[in-house]
């Protein structure tokens, strides 16, 4: 076997730190960086080039599906003097979970870390801490799906005339949205591959559909963001609007519960909720990592704070009072304004060239863009969200010009 | 690690310039940014510069800060990293491409700048250099300058021209060098050589020529005409630049009245260009034929025109011409010249257009064609405008819009039933809407989707800017039914969308459904038996005739179709045989390929008329209107004649299609 890179001698594979952030993320190394804090990234080798470019320590790991070798990841991280992992993505959470649980002498980390790859689990973990689900079931094919199907239509007295309700179905252990389909008929679930089997079924959840962001340090909610989804998937905007924001105390308790039902002492949730008009709070899934959507950005954009270094402090056990103190704003008040993004996604099957129109970026709540001039072709069948070709950003003080500017936006045709 | 120790001074970002303090965080955060997120800091910056090039202080702000995104590594791992091997050639490909290109682009270009006057420093180029680089960008790119681009960036889509543009004005003006003007004088002759109905472009270039430190040393008298045409050509306008003053002065010294007439008539003649102080002339002498006949340098069919006139004359200058639509005085003269207001039909369209109800979205355009404010109302405009039209049928352009079969449409309705155009004009303006049939369908541009130009650039002559988005939209529709009939859709479009004036015969050197090249010499033949005199019958088209021809860049290779219109057939005074054509994009200079060099003037070309020698539009065109039985014998072409054609073509645009 060739040596790894590890293995190679580099200062920067060498030196020592107290944060390993599990994954690479430019934005969590330059955070981390002005922040003044002791960390190393564990990357996949292809990004070993990277960071001798940036000098920034490192430690390269073929992270895939957890392993025996957990063990010889955590006992590496130790030597280097790192007394906690952080996880960005979903593929790094229970390899973070392995490591802490061995840095702490604490094995349950790695058991809790392993609930957010089983939404099913997840789910009756929080039921059992009573918070609100649908109605939902582990299905392991077709012939299981169709009869989760009849029950739920029976269960609201459909008769066979009746439109059916929808039913959701998503695979056990993917990230986020990735694989989400929603099933109007027996008809779809028929035209579904055995191969997408087995799934999680679940009822729709009624409601308006937001995400939180939980700052967790002893087993407390350190700060909660709460982000308003405009359109799942396409936009969202922070702080949440006066409308959705006047649930927050019933949001926090949904919060303090899921901190119960994960037994999550230290780090970062990332759930989604519905929320009615009655103000019931349903819980859809949780996530104990850096979220999509950009909302690490819209933090930042909104507040002033960098939620990556906020993430790490509260991984830390070691992370005194005072500093959380002293780091967290107050939510809400605690925003200089409101920040928003739209993902772009092309609404034609082939794409040759980019148009944003003058209006867009004349708008005094613009606040710039990712979107490139497109290779022309065809246009990716979309899997999940997060394949967006672009993020337009906005920032201004009005929620409801907010919301109408992102509403407005996603109807434009970027490409041509 | 880049230098982010700056000790130059930026200036704060000013509070009215929307977008200037959301770059300076994103600059600020590229100067902050950590070696791995620098490339998206600098794209976050860059994706905040478009808005900022569109307006003068955005300009002024993004050069103070050029130096600062180049020290804070803003090109790092870019092409624009070296600038000592970036090519001025390429400079305008950046305006054709999409995010981020442009605004890369155009921070390099304000870096160099900066670097070119001495306030900005970098290792791999220096002063001359810089200055050098920027030169040759803009004299590369003086149509850019000028007229906002010639059919060759057209077709190669140079989107964000009008960035592009600003850009080089800004450097212009802040990089005076005569041999640059002397270019420029070139190519602005060439563009006024065609009378343009538009000259908003011309106009400010000259305006911009005139602030030139450099412009008084020049020796080009040329240039100095047309500065003084937009300035003010005589004594007076020369002493009073402002209006108001010029109003002033008429009236204290009424011997002066006539001369200033004569000279203002004279100038507006030789260049194609008002002043401003013309329309307070004209407005001063509206009672009085001699001096408005003086003034608008009439000749005698004009004058008699004029007198028999002269009460709608008067009321159309009250209505039409005040000193932001000046330019309207040349095409009155020609109107009065073309006789046009003899005929009953015409006056009365036109009177009836001077109290018609503008609708308010077509108000709105209308108001954003003049330049300042007008004091006009829109149906005023919408008057002066089609006096322009009417007056200049060959000047018409499609601006940067590919439009040329609208532009094409207005010009040939202009030159034939000009009637026709105003109803098509009054529907457009009060309506918002325009009605055509094609064969069993009646179409209404309102209810239609589609168009070759959805996003349609604004710089365009009022008539334009009321009419071509519905023209656009019927010939679109128009093409699409008559798609799938195994011939160019063209065949039955042309005469539906343009009229009567078109014959009903069609041929084109393409297969319709294969877009091979057919019977190329065949082709060839066709057109000699139509237009050569030798092989006619003498017998040529009496009306202008809508052609489809290839446009080749300077090598002979193929760009794109473009619609044009064969105006006549002669010999010039060397007894060259030419086609005359109308091409809607206005051009200056123009390189076809293979010894296609349209030429404006010179060769016997009437305003507005490009024209190329027989054989070599022949090699160009692909397809043409005819009448069914052709004048002459196809067959009695001889192969001497349609073969050097075909060579021709098959070796420039050819090389893009298949051949038999």
Same mark, same amino acid.
Request: charge should be negative; aromatic fraction near 8%.
């Given at each position: 076997?060739?040596?790894?890179?590890?293995?190679?001698?580099?200062?920067?594979?060498?030196?020592?730190?107290?944060?390993? @952030?599990?994954?690479?993320?430019?934005?969590?190394?330059?955070?981390?960086?002005?922040?003044?804090?002791?960390?190393?990234?564990?990357?996949?080798?292809?990004?070993?080039? #990277?960071?001798?470019?940036?000098?920034?320590?490192?430690?390269?790991?073929?992270?895939?599906?957890?392993?025996?070798?957990?063990?010889?990841?955590?006992?590496?991280?130790?030597?280097?003097?790192?007394?906690?992992?952080?996880?960005?993505?979903?593929?790094?959470?229970?390899?973070?979970?392995?490591?802490? !649980?061995?840095?702490?002498?604490?094995?349950?980390?790695?058991?809790?870390?392993?609930?957010?790859?089983?939404?099913?689990?997840?789910?009756?973990?929080?039921?059992?801490? %009573?918070?609100?689900?649908?109605?939902?079931?582990?299905?392991? !094919?077709?012939?299981?799906?169709?009869?989760?199907?009849?029950?739920?239509?029976?269960?609201?007295?459909?008769?066979?005339?009746?439109?059916?309700?929808?039913?959701?179905?998503?695979?056990?252990?993917?990230?986020?949205?990735?694989?989400?389909?929603?099933?109007?008929?027996?008809?779809?679930?028929?035209?579904?591959?055995? %191969?997408?089997?087995?799934?999680?079924?679940?009822?729709?959840?009624?409601?308006?559909?937001?995400?939180?962001?939980?700052?967790?340090?002893?087993?407390?909610?350190?700060?909660?963001?709460?982000?308003?989804?405009?359109?799942?998937?396409?936009?969202?905007?922070?702080?949440?609007?006066?409308?959705?924001?006047?649930?927050?105390?019933?949001?926090?308790?949904?919060?303090?519960?899921?901190?119960?039902?994960?037994?999550?002492?230290?780090?970062?949730?990332?759930?989604?909720?519905?929320?009615?008009?009655?103000?019931?709070?349903?819980?859809?899934?949780?996530?104990?990592?850096?979220?999509?959507? +950009?909302?690490?950005?819209?933090?930042?954009?909104?507040?002033?704070?960098?939620?990556?270094?906020?993430?790490?402090?509260?991984?830390?056990?070691?992370?005194?009072?005072?500093? @959380?103190?002293?780091?967290?704003?107050?939510?809400?008040?605690?925003? %200089?304004?409101?920040?928003?993004?739209?993902?772009?996604?092309?609404?034609?099957?082939?794409?040759?060239?980019?148009?944003?129109?003058?209006?867009?970026?004349?708008?005094?709540?613009?606040?710039?863009?990712?979107?490139?001039?497109?290779?022309? !072709?065809?246009?990716?069948?979309?899997?999940?969200?997060? #394949?967006?070709?672009?993020?337009?950003?906005?920032?201004?003080?009005?929620?409801?010009?907010?919301?109408?500017?992102?509403? +407005?936006?996603?109807?434009?045709?970027?490409?041509? | 690690?880049?230098?982010?120790?700056?000790?130059? #001074?930026?200036?704060?970002?000013?509070?009215?310039?929307?977008?200037?303090?959301?770059?300076?965080?994103?600059?600020?955060?590229?100067?902050?940014?950590?070696?791995?997120?620098?490339?998206?800091?600098?794209?976050?910056?860059?994706?905040?510069?478009?808005?900022?090039?569109?307006?003068?202080?955005?300009?002024?702000?993004?050069?103070?800060?050029?130096?600062?995104?180049?020290?804070?590594?803003?090109?790092?791992?870019?092409?624009?990293?070296?600038?000592?091997?970036?090519?001025?050639?390429?400079?305008?490909?950046?305006?054709?491409?999409?995010?981020?290109?442009?605004?890369?682009?155009?921070?390099?270009?304000?870096?160099?700048?900066?670097?070119?006057?001495?306030?900005?420093?970098?290792?791999?180029?220096?002063?001359?250099?810089?200055?050098?680089?920027?030169?040759?960008?803009?004299?590369?790119?003086?149509?850019?300058?000028?007229?906002?681009?010639?059919?060759?960036?057209?077709?190669?889509?140079?989107?964000?021209?009008?960035?592009?543009?600003?850009?080089?004005?800004?450097?212009?003006?802040?990089?005076?060098?005569?041999?640059?003007?002397?270019?420029?004088?070139?190519?602005?002759?060439?563009?006024?050589?065609?009378?343009?109905?538009?000259?908003?472009?011309?106009?400010?270039?000259?305006? @911009?020529?005139?602030?030139?430190?450099?412009?008084?040393?020049?020796?080009?008298?040329?240039?100095?005409?047309?500065?003084?045409?937009?300035?003010?050509?005589?004594?007076?306008?020369?002493?009073?630049?402002?209006?108001?003053?010029?109003?002033?002065?008429?009236?204290?010294?009424?011997?002066?009245?006539?001369?200033?007439?004569?000279?203002?008539?004279?100038?507006? &003649?030789?260049?194609?260009?008002?002043?401003?102080?013309?329309?307070?002339?004209?407005?001063?002498?509206?009672? %009085?034929?001699?001096?408005?006949?003086?003034?608008?340098?009439?000749?005698?069919?004009? &004058?008699?025109?004029?007198?028999?006139?002269?009460?709608?004359?008067?009321?159309? *200058?009250?209505?039409?011409?005040?000193?932001?639509?000046?330019? #309207?005085?040349?095409?009155?003269?020609?109107?009065?010249?073309?006789?046009?207001?003899?005929?009953?039909?015409?006056?009365?369209?036109?009177?009836?257009?001077?109290?018609?109800? *503008?609708?308010?979205?077509?108000?709105?355009?209308?108001?954003?064609?003049?330049?300042?404010?007008?004091?006009?109302?829109?149906?005023?405009?919408?008057?002066?405008?089609?006096?322009?039209?009417?007056?200049?049928?060959?000047?018409?352009?499609?601006?940067?819009?590919?439009?040329?079969?609208?532009?094409?449409?207005?010009?040939?309705?202009?030159?034939?039933?000009?009637?026709?155009?105003?109803?098509?004009?009054?529907?457009?303006?009060?309506?918002?809407?325009?009605?055509?049939?094609?064969?069993?369908?009646?179409?209404?541009?309102?209810?239609?989707?589609?168009? /070759?130009?959805?996003? /349609?650039?604004?710089?365009?002559?009022?008539?334009?800017?009321?009419?071509?988005?519905?023209?656009?939209?019927?010939?679109?529709?128009?093409?699409?039914?008559?798609?799938?009939?195994?011939?160019?859709?063209?065949?039955?479009?042309?005469?539906?969308?343009?009229?009567? *004036?078109?014959?009903?015969?069609?041929?084109?050197?393409?297969?319709?459904?294969?877009?091979?090249?057919?019977?190329?010499?065949?082709?060839?033949?066709?057109?000699?038996?139509?237009?050569?005199?030798?092989?006619?019958?003498?017998?040529?088209?009496?009306?202008?005739?809508?052609?489809?021809?290839?446009?080749?860049?300077?090598?002979?290779?193929? /760009? !794109?179709?473009?619609?044009?219109?064969?105006?006549?057939?002669?010999?010039?005074?060397?007894?060259?045989?030419?086609?005359?054509?109308?091409?809607?994009?206005?051009?200056?200079?123009?390189?076809?390929?293979?010894?296609?060099?349209?030429?404006?003037?010179?060769?016997?070309?009437?305003?507005?008329?490009?024209?190329?020698?027989?054989?070599?539009?022949?090699?160009?065109?692909?397809?043409?209107?005819?009448?069914?039985?052709?004048?002459?014998?196809?067959?009695?072409?001889?192969?001497?004649?349609?073969?050097?054609?075909?060579?021709?073509?098959?070796?420039?645009?050819?090389?893009?299609?298949?051949?038999?």
């Amino acid at each position: 076997m060739p040596p790894t890179l590890t293995q190679q001698t580099s200062p920067l594979t060498q030196a020592n730190a107290h944060v390993a @952030l599990l994954g690479w993320s430019g934005d969590a190394i330059e955070g981390m960086r002005k922040a003044g804090q002791s960390f190393l990234s564990v990357v996949p080798p292809d990004f070993a080039q #990277t960071m001798e470019a940036a000098e920034a320590p490192y430690e390269t790991w073929d992270f895939g599906t957890i392993d025996e070798r957990g063990q010889q990841l955590a006992e590496r991280l130790k030597e280097r003097g790192v007394g906690v992992a952080v996880p960005l993505y979903e593929e790094t959470v229970a390899w973070a979970g392995y490591v802490n !649980g061995h840095l702490w002498d604490d094995p349950r980390q790695f058991r809790r870390s392993m609930l957010f790859r089983d939404k099913g689990m997840m789910k009756r973990m929080a039921q059992l801490h %009573d918070l609100r689900v649908g109605l939902f079931e582990e299905v392991d !094919g077709k012939e299981a799906a169709k009869r989760f199907f009849r029950r739920v239509q029976d269960a609201l007295v459909k008769l066979e005339s009746d439109e059916p309700v929808p039913v959701h179905i998503k695979p056990l252990d993917a990230a986020g949205a990735y694989g989400h389909k929603m099933l109007r008929s027996e008809k779809d679930i028929e035209a579904m591959d055995e %191969d997408d089997f087995p799934s999680l079924m679940e009822s729709h959840l009624q409601g308006q559909e937001f995400s939180c962001e939980i700052f967790v340090h002893d087993g407390r909610v350190r700060f909660l963001n709460i982000t308003e989804y405009v359109h799942l998937g396409y936009s969202n905007f922070i702080p949440a609007s006066p409308g959705l924001e006047k649930h927050r105390p019933a949001i926090q308790k949904a919060a303090e519960k899921l901190i119960a039902a994960t037994g999550i002492k230290h780090g970062m949730l990332h759930p989604e909720f519905f929320v009615d008009e009655e103000a019931t709070i349903r819980f859809g899934e949780v996530a104990a990592r850096v979220p999509g959507g +950009h909302i690490f950005q819209l933090i930042q954009n909104a507040y002033g704070f960098d939620p990556y270094v906020g993430m790490a402090m509260c991984w830390d056990p070691e992370t005194s009072e005072e500093e @959380l103190d002293a780091f967290f704003p107050e939510p809400v008040e605690g925003a %200089d304004t409101i920040a928003g993004c739209l993902m772009v996604y092309p609404h034609r099957k082939q794409v040759e060239s980019l148009s944003i129109p003058d209006q867009l970026e004349e708008d005094p709540y613009f606040d710039g863009h990712t979107l490139v001039d497109p290779l022309p !072709g065809k246009v990716p069948d979309r899997e999940a969200f997060g #394949t967006h070709f672009g993020t337009v950003f906005f920032r201004g003080d009005d929620p409801d010009r907010m919301r109408e500017l992102l509403q +407005h936006y996603e109807d434009v045709d970027f490409y041509a | 690690m880049p230098d982010t120790s700056t000790t130059e #001074t930026t200036t704060r970002a000013p509070q009215d310039l929307p977008g200037a303090r959301r770059f300076d965080e994103a600059l600020e955060a590229l100067c902050a940014a950590d070696a791995v997120t620098r490339a998206e800091r600098a794209r976050g910056a860059l994706s905040l510069v478009p808005p900022l090039l569109r307006k003068e202080e955005g300009l002024r702000f993004l050069y103070e800060r050029a130096s600062r995104f180049d020290r804070c590594g803003g090109f790092t791992g870019t092409p624009w990293d070296r600038p000592q091997h970036l090519r001025p050639r390429l400079w305008i490909g950046s305006f054709g491409a999409d995010a981020p290109y442009p605004a890369f682009e155009s921070m390099n270009t304000l870096r160099l700048l900066a670097i070119a006057l001495g306030q900005h420093s970098h290792e791999d180029v220096d002063k001359e250099e810089a200055r050098e680089f920027l030169e040759r960008a803009l004299s590369l790119n003086p149509g850019l300058v000028l007229d906002g681009g010639t059919e060759a960036d057209r077709l190669r889509r140079v989107k964000h021209h009008r960035e592009g543009r600003n850009l080089l004005h800004f450097v212009f003006e802040r990089l005076p060098k005569v041999d640059l003007l002397k270019d420029i004088a070139k190519e602005l002759d060439d563009v006024m050589a065609q009378r343009p109905v538009w000259t908003h472009h011309v106009r400010a270039t000259l305006r @911009l020529v005139s602030r030139q430190p450099g412009a008084s040393e020049s020796d080009s008298r040329l240039l100095d005409r047309y500065v003084e045409a937009v300035l003010g050509p005589t004594p007076m306008s020369m002493r009073f630049r402002d209006t108001d003053d010029y109003k002033r002065g008429l009236k204290k010294e009424p011997a002066a009245v006539a001369y200033e007439a004569k000279l203002m008539g004279q100038s507006l &003649r030789a260049t194609g260009l008002a002043c401003r102080q013309h329309a307070v002339l004209l407005r001063h002498a509206r009672g %009085d034929p001699d001096v408005l006949a003086e003034a608008l340098g009439l000749d005698d069919r004009g &004058r008699s025109v004029l007198e028999q006139n002269a009460d709608l004359v008067g009321d159309l *200058i009250d209505d039409c011409v005040k000193p932001g639509t000046a330019q #309207t005085a040349y095409g009155l003269a020609k109107v009065l010249e073309r006789g046009l207001l003899d005929r009953d039909e015409i006056v009365s369209s036109l009177r009836r257009f001077l109290s018609l109800g *503008i609708h308010p979205d077509v108000e709105q355009r209308l108001q954003g064609t003049v330049e300042g404010k007008s004091g006009l109302d829109g149906s005023g405009i919408l008057v002066g405008g089609i006096l322009r039209v009417l007056g200049q049928p060959l000047g018409i352009g499609q601006g940067n819009n590919p439009t040329c079969q609208s532009a094409r449409g207005i010009s040939l309705w202009a030159q034939y039933q000009p009637t026709h155009l105003m109803e098509l004009l009054t529907s457009a303006a009060r309506d918002n809407d325009v009605a055509m049939n094609f064969e069993a369908h009646t179409l209404h541009s309102a209810q239609l989707a589609g168009g /070759l130009a959805p996003n /349609l650039d604004p710089e365009l002559d009022p008539v334009s800017l009321v009419l071509v988005p519905h023209l656009d939209k019927l010939y679109d529709t128009m093409m699409k039914l008559a798609a799938a009939r195994g011939e160019d859709a063209h065949k039955w479009v042309n005469p539906s969308l343009y009229g009567g *004036i078109v014959p009903p015969g069609f041929s084109s050197c393409f297969n319709a459904i294969t877009w091979q090249v057919q019977d190329h010499i065949g082709f060839v033949r066709k057109f000699f038996a139509t237009y050569h005199p030798d092989h006619n019958n003498g017998e040529a088209p009496v009306y202008a005739n809508p052609v489809g021809i290839t446009v080749t860049d300077d090598r002979g290779r193929h /760009l !794109g179709l473009h619609a044009v219109t064969i105006q006549r057939v002669a010999k010039d005074a060397r007894g060259d045989l030419r086609v005359y054509f109308y091409n809607p994009n206005n051009e200056g200079r123009q390189d076809w390929g293979a010894g296609a060099k349209p030429s404006v003037r010179g060769h016997g070309e009437v305003e507005g008329e490009s024209s190329l020698p027989f054989k070599h539009f022949a090699r160009c065109l692909y397809a043409f209107h005819h009448p069914v039985r052709l004048p002459g014998d196809p067959a009695a072409v001889p192969d001497e004649a349609a073969q050097p054609v075909t060579d021709l073509a098959k070796r420039t645009w050819g090389r893009a299609y298949p051949w038999p």
